[in-house]
């Protein structure tokens, strides 16, 4: 069963502006870490931002935050000032328990235009 | 060289060609993986190497033959391929057993075409 939902499938914003990328998560381990990856056309898999599951604060990364929900099991990706090179596919992932490997949603392709 | 290197960036290949690719971490992890990433799909996790060990391996055709030589070194050999295994392989490492939830670094991956 899928872990990790994205919905958006793609998204236009504006430069300059904020976007908010959405994320649920289903997982029924306590401890699990939450994590946002961007990868441009050239395919790396980019390391954006971490929430843990104890984390009391919402993760900030630069123009990066995420607005961990943890009763209603989301992790949206808030990207303030959107900027050209921000242009890319977004995946939200999740490790839990002990050895849980990290595990993929389908992605949001980002498109920032001018 | 720092993070995660793959080679090559990019292989064509024949149905009937052998070929290897290869990954190298230098940042001292423990663990290692290979990925696969077909369009319009999410990311499939094919192996896992713990300690040199394979601790996993998703049901993914024999076609596909990881080795993992060193900590710091891993391969997946290709053979007789099929079309539909085109796509973007993606090796990543991480650190385990360090205490809290690791996340993984990634290489810039291969980009497979089976012709």
């Known amino acids: 069963a899928q872990k990790i939902t994205q919905t958006q499938p793609g998204m236009f914003v504006q430069e300059k502006e904020a976007v908010t990328l959405d994320c649920t998560y289903d997982?029924?381990?306590?401890?699990?870490?939450l994590f946002w990856y961007k990868q441009p056309s050239s395919g790396e898999m980019i390391f954006l931002i971490y929430?843990?599951?104890?984390?009391?604060q919402n993760a900030t990364e630069g123009r990066y935050s995420l607005n961990f929900q943890k009763a209603r099991k989301s992790a949206n990706l808030v990207i303030s000032a959107s900027q050209l090179g921000d242009s890319a596919m977004y995946f939200c992932?999740?490790?839990?328990?002990?050895?849980?490997?990290?595990?993929f949603g389908a992605g949001t392709q980002v498109v920032v235009t001018p | 060289e720092t993070g995660v290197t793959q080679t090559p960036r990019h292989l064509v290949m024949g149905m009937t060609n052998k070929k290897s690719l290869k990954c190298e971490q230098h940042l001292g992890h423990n663990a290692m993986y290979w990925y696969k990433q077909s369009a319009k799909k999410p990311l499939e996790l094919m192996f896992v190497y713990s300690l040199e060990e394979r601790v996993e391996n998703n049901s993914v055709p024999s076609r596909f033959s990881p080795e993992c030589p060193n900590s710091s070194h891993l391969f997946l050999h290709l053979h007789t391929l099929q079309p539909e295994d085109s796509a973007l392989y993606l090796c990543a490492s991480s650190q385990e057993n360090s205490g809290g939830v690791q996340g993984y670094t990634f290489g810039s991956g291969t980009r497979l075409t089976v012709v």
């Open positions: 997982t029924s381990d306590q401890s699990y870490g």
């Open positions: 929430q843990g599951s104890y984390d009391e």
């Open positions: 992932a999740m490790r839990d328990g002990s050895w849980g490997k990290l595990q």
